[in-house]
């Protein structure tokens, strides 16, 4: 099977072979990455994955990037920001209430290699869960010291290096909050997942405006080092309007890497799985690794880019 060349999921390498050929070599670059070995940031890259619209692809692109990164041997680390805690679940990372979380880490009941937890699905991916107990943290935090900073006195360098990670992934709650804020004091890059539908960029300039916001006030150093096109659905003409129109107004911050609309994707956390885990064969895992490896081959080469508000 040809994918069609319009669509920009589809791979030269892919052209006239058949899907179980192209199947087998997706698979294979995931189970034995060896051969595909991602370079190690020359310093710990710390990235805030946010975008206040619900449902975009946050906290899968949180997961599946940390995942495919992790399989190529770089430690990586998810904090989980979100009370909905989808990332704990993907990453079958236990979340009960009372689990050591990043709330107590926030309250600074307990220290961030406390809470983090090694996954199942690499020994070099870790994970700070967040359980229901977070929902009421946006409200505790407002009357704390230092609320806009309880995350980023939590990931000290200290604690990083005791864990020993490469590259840490916040998955933001779907708000503008002071969680968000948190994370976004916290990160020295964001990270914007948009959804390729109609309304992709609604609510973008707000989110926008609030980073330059934390830039000016909390966070000299942040910067959007990254958007990633997410759910593309390669039968819609409004899937490559959207695609273009974003391209257009974000030029190089965009990754040439587009995830796909998959089932296999949104099937994965039902399994406690990354969809590299649940379906290495599948394009949506490959889609996660070509992702994952823009943003490790960007961030060893040009340094952080961003400030292209
Ligand atoms: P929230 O704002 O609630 O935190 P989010 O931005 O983190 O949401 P996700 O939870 O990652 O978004 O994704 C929303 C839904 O879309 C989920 O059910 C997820 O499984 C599904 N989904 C995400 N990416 C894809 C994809 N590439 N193909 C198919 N389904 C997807
Ligand atoms: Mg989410």
């Not at 189970?31 to 692809?57: E, M, Y």
């Not at 009372?98 to 983090?116: D, F, H, K, N, R």
């Amino acid at each position: 099977m040809t994918p069609p060349p319009s669509d920009p999921t589809s791979t030269s390498s892919e052209l006239g072979w058949t899907p179980i050929a192209e199947e087998a070599v997706r698979a294979a670059r995931i189970l034995h990455p060896k051969a595909n070995q991602l370079p190690r940031p020359d310093h710990r890259r710390v990235l805030t994955v946010a975008n206040q619209k619900g449902g975009v692809g946050k906290t899968t692109s949180t997961v599946n990037l940390a995942a495919a990164l992790a399989v190529h041997g770089l430690k990586t680390l998810v904090i989980d920001l979100d009370p909905q805690g989808n990332a704990s679940t993907a990453l079958n990372i236990e979340h009960r209430s009372g689990t050591p979380s990043i709330y107590e880490v926030l309250i600074g009941e307990v220290t961030l290699a406390e809470a983090s937890a090694v996954s199942e699905q690499s020994p070099n991916l870790f994970c700070v869960p967040a359980t229901i107990d977070l929902a009421g943290a946006e409200i505790e935090l407002v009357s704390m010291t230092s609320r806009e900073h309880r995350l980023k006195e939590a990931l000290s360098t200290e604690i990083l290096d005791e864990i020993g990670v490469d590259y840490v992934f916040i998955d933001c709650p779907p708000s503008l909050g002071l969680l968000t804020v948190n994370a976004m004091v916290a990160a020295q890059e964001v990270l914007i997942p948009i959804q390729c539908e109609y309304y992709a960029l609604e609510g973008l300039g707000q989110l926008l405006s609030n980073i330059e916001l934390v830039q000016a006030h909390l966070n000299r150093e942040l910067t959007v080092s990254t958007i990633l096109l997410t759910m593309y659905d390669g039968r819609t003409k409004l899937a490559d309007q959207v695609t273009q129109e974003v391209r257009n107004h974000f030029g190089d911050t965009v990754l040439t890497t587009v995830i796909p609309r998959s089932v296999k994707v949104s099937e994965a956390p039902g399994y406690g799985q990354t969809v590299l885990a649940y379906d290495p064969g599948s394009r949506g895992a490959m889609s996660y690794m070509d992702a994952a490896k823009e943003i490790a081959v960007r961030g060893a080469t040009d340094g952080q880019k961003g400030g292209e508000l």
